[in-house]
């Protein structure tokens, strides 16, 4: 999800001119190996902004800055992202689409659903599968569409291939 997350400010950023930041909200702390010239709390790379390592204490104050788009990264979801998560204007969700992880889908659409999160309509899923067969599956199974995820190999280098999808996802914004 991260380099998509990044791909995405990438996008929005350079591409649409908006001011965006990116906040890491996952104990990863992937996103500060990409400034490692400095130990500041925040950076900026390729004109986003970027917050690694966040809490949900430090978020409030973060939002409160002057951006066009937040982009949260959560990592994997739990009990205290959860809230946050579905109080996000528009809602991501990369997911295993192979039929031996079913259960971490399954999983994740039954927190969704204990939340009364109606997955259904709030939130756009996205996955690297092209195989038809597993989109079927999974829509005939979950009653969702996926999203096939553009190959990213560098989210800082986005092509003019890429555009269309990016297009696409904020259309349903």
């Known amino acids: 999800m991260t380099n ?15 001011n965006v930041a990116f906040i890491e909200l996952n104990a990863t702390n992937q996103i500060r190996l990409l400034n490692l010239n400095t130990n500041n709390y925040t950076f900026r790379k390729n004109y986003i902004n970027f917050f690694p390592n966040s809490t949900l204490n430090n978020l409030q104050d973060i939002l409160k800055q002057d951006y066009d788009f937040f982009i949260l990264d959560f990592g994997v979801l739990n009990q205290y992202t959860i ?14 689409l192979s039929s031996w992880k079913k259960t ?3 999983e994740f659409l039954e927190t969704l659903c204990d939340k009364y999160i109606n997955y259904q309509t709030h939130i756009t899923f996205l996955g690297y599968e092209r195989i038809k067969e ?3 599956r999974i829509h005939r199974t979950y ?3 996926i999203l096939p995820l553009p190959f990213l190999p560098n989210p800082f280098q986005i092509t003019s291939e890429d555009f269309d999808f990016f297009n696409n996802l904020l259309e349903r914004m």
């Open 4 to 18: 998509f997350s990044i791909a995405l400010c990438n996008f929005l950023q350079n591409k649409c001119r908006h």
């Open 83 to 96: 809230n946050e998560y579905a109080r996000c204007h528009m809602q991501l969700a990369i997911c295993p």
């Open 104 to 106: 971490v889908l399954e």
């Open 134 to 136: 597993n989109l079927t």
């Open 143 to 145: 009653k969702i569409d």
